[in-house]
């Protein structure tokens, strides 16, 4: 009785950038194998349909048994199983960890729970995204958020000395985390304009100058504590800010007409921040009570350092 088998021998482990794709897109090897052969590969390497079979079920073998390294990407460099170069092994933690953001606005201000992931199912047939990739973006969110969210200090400093991302990256991260923590409402349909990198700017202007961490305290950043705010001087920042923005944006003229109704809308809004469930609904009341369009939302101009951009 017979038996083949397929052996491949070597020492630097060998990985395919295009296969790598394929499978953190979802694909199934019998997928991924097609999409290859349609990419004209068979016709560079003048290879079998067999051969590109075996290669990609290889590649998928290697890139599974790397992923619970991946898992805690400073794992990677000190594990002896894969012989990857350490700048490869930058670029597989980093294209581990990237997202759609298609994905992320879906499920950005929900809970990372048991219950947000069975509803995946929802997200993918909406997003076009394989319900195999949601899961696994999903489980880097929630994976990031439970690592970094006791944590003191800087949040996206964490996140990278924890992952080893980009500091772009670690940056979306934040914003996630951030969400994920205060709850903020951004599902509604008044809110769907907003993109999630329009919703990251603003997580990254409120962890800045909106949170505990941000003053020096030993609480973790993510925690909001708006009660800072001065009511008194409220409208003499607005006035401020107006003095900044003259000329720099299209609806300077529309705000400055509405600057009555706008400060009062504001103090009004500031005014209950003091209470949970009012800071989650910023955003809602930012639009429905205080009428800011987009470009004012996601101005790069903090409302509370009014002199200087946001970085």
């Known amino acids: 009785m017979s038996m083949e088998l397929d052996v491949f021998v070597g020492n ?42 075996s ?22 460099a000190n594990q002896l199983l894969f012989q990857i170069p350490p700048q490869r092994q930058a670029v597989l933690i980093e294209r581990y960890y990237t997202f ?17 992931k069975k509803d995946l199912d929802d997200v993918s047939a909406k997003t076009g995204i394989a319900l195999k990739s949601c899961r696994r973006q999903f489980d880097n969110f929630k994976r990031v958020f439970k690592a970094v969210e006791e944590l003191r200090g800087p949040l996206v400093e964490n996140i990278q000395h924890h992952f080893l991302l ?28 907003l993109s999630f990198q329009d919703l990251a700017f603003c997580a990254r202007q409120l962890i800045s100058y909106w949170t505990v961490g941000a ?38 003229n529309e705000m ?9 809308a504001l103090v009004h809004i500031a005014a209950k921040l003091t209470h949970t469930k009012d800071v989650r609904d910023l955003f809602i009341d930012l639009v429905e009570k205080a ?21």
């Open 166 to 193: 980009s500091d772009r990256l670690a940056r979306d991260y934040a914003a996630i985390v951030f969400f994920a923590n205060s709850r903020f409402e951004t599902g509604k349909r008044k809110l769907q304009y």
């Open 55 to 76: 290669d990609t079920m290889d590649q998928f073998r290697t890139f599974q048994m790397c992923e619970r390294l991946l898992h805690c990407p400073s794992k990677l």
């Open 215 to 252: 003053v020096g305290t030993t609480a973790p950043p993510t925690t909001v504590q708006l009660q800072s705010l001065h009511l008194c001087g409220f409208t003499a920042e607005l006035v401020l800010v107006c003095a900044a923005l003259r000329g720099k944006i299209k609806v300077f």
């Open 256 to 264: 400055e007409a509405n600057f009555k109704n706008l400060s009062r």
């Open 291 to 311: 009428g800011l369009p987009r470009s004012l939302i996601v101005h790069r101009y903090c409302p509370l350092q009014c002199n200087a951009p946001c970085k």
């Open 12 to 53: 630097t482990t060998i990985l395919d950038d295009e296969v790598y794709k394929l499978w953190l897109d979802g694909y199934t090897v019998n997928d991924a194998v097609r999409a290859r052969a349609e990419g004209g590969v068979l016709q560079r390497f003048d290879a079998s349909v067999e051969v590109l079979h």
């Open 100 to 116: 759609d953001n298609a994905l992320a606005r879906e499920l950005l201000g929900k809970k990372l729970s048991k219950g947000t």
